[in-house]
T-cell receptor
C-alpha cells in the first residue's frame, strides 16, 4: 500500500527565512511519481512539481527547490527567502503507474505560515 | 473561466437528504477525478473517469456515493441518505492525460455540511 507522511503539521517562520518541508513516502512499486501541491486559503490545489522515480536529479525553480532521495524515500521541498505569499498548506503526493487506484495518495499536509 | 468549476461552493443539508455536486472540467481534459478532503487532512481519492466511463471507483466509501459523466465533460457526484460523516470539501480535478503521470488541475471544491 502507498503511504505519504508529512510529519510537520505546521511551520511558522519569519519572512526571508529559508524553510524545508519534509515528505517521506512508502511504495512497493519501482515506478512511481511524486508531486507537491500548494493549497492557499482559497482552497484550490495548485500543482508545483512532478518527479518520476527514475529521475533523482534535484530541481530548482526560482525560490523553490526539491531534493529527491530514493535511499531515504524522501522528497523534500525547500523555499528560499520565504515570502508572506508562500503561506499555504503544502501537500506531498504519490502515485504509481501500475495497478490499483488511479488516484494520488496525499499526505496530511504541512501548514506553512510566513510572518511579515 | 478557463479553470475547473465546481458548484455549489457551499452546501448545507440535513442528515438523510440527497445531494448532487457538479464539476465542469477544463475543456479538452479527458481525465476527471473526484477527491474528498476532511478538515486537517489531505485529499482522498474517490473516483476517476476517463471519458464517459469510471475507470476506477475504488475510493468511493460505500454505495451511497455515485458519480456520472454522461457526455465525457461535466461530472456529477451524487450522495444518497447523507450522514454527518460525509461533511467535507469535495474536490474535482481534471487532466489532459490519463493515469497519474500528468498534472492535475483542481477546482476550489464544494464544501458539504450535513447537519
Amino acid at each position: 500500500a502507498q503511504k505519504v507522511t508529512q510529519a510537520q503539521t505546521e511551520i511558522s517562520v519569519v519572512e526571508k527565512e529559508d524553510v524545508t518541508l519534509d515528505c517521506v513516502y512508502e511504495t512497493r512499486d519501482t515506478t512511481y511519481y511524486l508531486f507537491w501541491y500548494k493549497q492557499p486559503p482559497s482552497g484550490e490545489l495548485v500543482f508545483l512539481i512532478r518527479r518520476n522515480s527514475f529521475d533523482e536529479q534535484n530541481e530548482i525553480s526560482g525560490r523553490y527547490s526539491w531534493n529527491f532521495q530514493k535511499s531515504t524515500s524522501s522528497f523534500n521541498f525547500t523555499i528560499t527567502a520565504s515570502q508572506v505569499v508562500d503561506s499555504a498548506v503544502y501537500f506531498c503526493a504519490l502515485s504509481d503507474s501500475g495497478g490499483g487506484a488511479d488516484g494520488l495518495t496525499f499526505g496530511k499536509g504541512t501548514h506553512l505560515i510566513i510572518q511579515p | 473561466g478557463a479553470g475547473v468549476s465546481q458548484t455549489p461552493s457551499n452546501k448545507v443539508t440535513e442528515k438523510g437528504k440527497y445531494v448532487e455536486l457538479r464539476c465542469d472540467p477544463i475543456s479538452g481534459h479527458t481525465a476527471l477525478y473526484w477527491y474528498r478532503q476532511s478538515l486537517g487532512q489531505g485529499p482522498e481519492f474517490l473516483i476517476y473517469f476517463q471519458g464517459t466511463g469510471a475507470a476506477d471507483d475504488s475510493g468511493l466509501p460505500n454505495d451511497r456515493f455515485f458519480a456520472v459523466r454522461p457526455e465525457g465533460s461535466v461530472s456529477t457526484l451524487k450522495i444518497q441518505r447523507t450522514e454527518r460523516g460525509d461533511s467535507a470539501v469535495y474536490l474535482c480535478a481534471s487532466s489532459l492525460t490519463s493515469g497519474n503521470t500528468g498534472e492535475l488541475f483542481f477546482g476550489e471544491g464544494s464544501r458539504l455540511t450535513v447537519l
